[in-house]
């Protein structure tokens, strides 16, 4: 059986970066796929502790928020820093993906066909500090010397904005290494070349 279980609607939307992280540490998923007619039922939602997916079960334990439970995969599995100032570092650097992120989703589901340019225009502005951590480790990652959470949710967020803006790195050579080095891994490239990864959309509303 696999240990670990996850509910959500199909598209990539906050689970790419949980799908990277346990897939790099060679861990099986069970994916339960809820529509969005499913979900219109109301059953479901009502359910959810705060009334939204993804959810996640880990044996008897039950995670709602996805960064939450990259918190509790990159735990377990040796991708939090090595003490408790790189799990610091970590948290900030993921907090600040989380920033980038809700600004993307804004723009995805509220403002895409009136806000695209202006949010291409004003990217760089945001990519920067990424680009200087990065500039400055020289292993690679944001913090320390290892691969943690925070590495794979921005790994997904910058896919996704490559997507968005395809010269959305050309700037930041150092971004642009860092994600060609991550999709280069060999079970990070098996997951994104497989079918059922590829196919799901990266967000809900066609947009992206
Ligand atoms: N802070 C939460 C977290 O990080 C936010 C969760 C959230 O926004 O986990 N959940 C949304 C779905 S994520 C939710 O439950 C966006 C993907 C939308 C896909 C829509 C369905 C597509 C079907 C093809 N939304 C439902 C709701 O709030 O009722």
Redesign the pocket.
Known sequence: MAPYTLT????K??CGALKMILADNGQQLKENLV??EE?MKGDM?GS?L?????KFEDGDLVL????A?LRHVGRKHGAYGKNDCEASLIDMMNDSVEDLRLKY?KLIYQEYDTGKGAYCKDLPKHLKPFESVLSKNKSGFLVGDQISFADYNLFDLLLNHKVLCSSSLDSFPALKSYVDKIAARPKIKALLECENFKKL?I???GKQ
């Open positions: 959500y609607f199909p598209v939307g906050r529509s969005i979900w939602k959810c705060f009334g939204q997916l993804p709602y928020q996805s960064n439970m989703i959309p967000n809900g509303n």
